[in-house]
């Protein structure tokens, strides 16, 4: 148990602090904080084969809303920058 509590805890406590202060670095904060709610996505989408798992169909419309808002937040889909934008 006390194994346990550790590894949970500490490490998984600390890694994910750490590992979120990178991201900021890295991303920015708003980037970084778009990107957060794809953790639950990625929970949903790896039970399908650890867990044998298939979402229902208001988890997936779950997955597709959260997905496409980070899409939306991050900036990938953008229109192309014109010369006079640019100035």
């Known amino acids: 148990v006390l194994l346990q509590a550790v590894l949970q805890g500490l ?6 602090i750490v590992l979120y202060g990178i991201a900021i670095d890295r991303l920015g904060a708003s ?5 957060s709610p794809l953790s639950i996505v990625l929970a949903a989408l790896l039970a399908i084969p650890v867990l044998n798992e298939i979402p229902n169909p208001a988890a997936w419309i779950g997955i597709i809303l959260a997905t496409s808002g980070v899409v939306l937040a991050s900036g990938i889909v953008s229109r192309p920058r014109t010369d006079e934008a640019r100035m």
């Not at 490490?11 to 994910?16: F, L, M, N, Q």
């Open 11 to 16: 490490v998984a406590g600390v890694a994910g």
């Open 31 to 35: 980037r970084a904080a778009a990107v």
